[in-house]
């Protein structure tokens, strides 16, 4: 026995524009919203985590506590800026040059935690990044 609709959806299906006057991908339900900015890897100890932005696209690295000078200059010598709306250090990351941005990012990132677990005092060999590895 088929179920029947309420009113509710009765309405939403009559507010949606034909089937057919659509094109493939402008369906709502066909997008899968993914977070922005999006991270990546993330180290506790080091307090530091490292993430990618769309719109504009951009490498991140944010950190818990404002880094030492030194690791500041190192953020600044590959390039990366302040961001003061996402609280993060950002790098635009070129359409042209994606690959090689990307890497830069994560380079930069790997120097940075290395950076702090040695300031603090944490043998870095005993460490793993937590989130997604590359």
């Known amino acids: 026995m088929a179920k029947k609709r309420t009113e509710a959806q009765e309405q939403e299906l009559a507010s949606q524009e034909?089937?057919?006057?659509?094109?493939?991908?402008e369906d709502p339900s066909e997008h899968v919203s993914e977070p922005n900015p999006r991270s990546w890897a993330g180290n506790n100890?080091?307090?530091v985590e490292f993430l990618t932005r769309?719109?504009?696209?951009?490498?991140l690295i944010r950190f818990k506590e404002k880094p030492s000078?030194?690791?500041i200059d190192t953020m600044k010598d590959a390039?990366?800026?302040?961001?003061?709306d996402e609280q993060a250090?950002?790098?635009?990351?070129g359409y042209n040059t994606q690959a090689q941005d990307r890497e830069l990012g994560r380079r930069t990132y790997?120097?940075?935690?290395?950076?702090?677990?040695?300031q603090k005092g944490i043998d870095a060999g005993q460490m793993q990044d937590e989130g997604i590895h590359f």
Do not use: C
Request: no cysteine.
């Open 69 to 71: 000078q030194e690791v």
């Open 110 to 118: 790997g120097k940075v935690v290395a950076m702090l677990l040695d």
């Open 18 to 25: 034909p089937a057919a006057a659509r094109e493939p991908g």
């Open 45 to 47: 100890a080091a307090g």
């Open 79 to 84: 390039g990366f800026r302040w961001n003061r």
């Open 89 to 93: 250090w950002a790098r635009p990351i």
């Open 54 to 59: 769309k719109e504009p696209y951009e490498a």
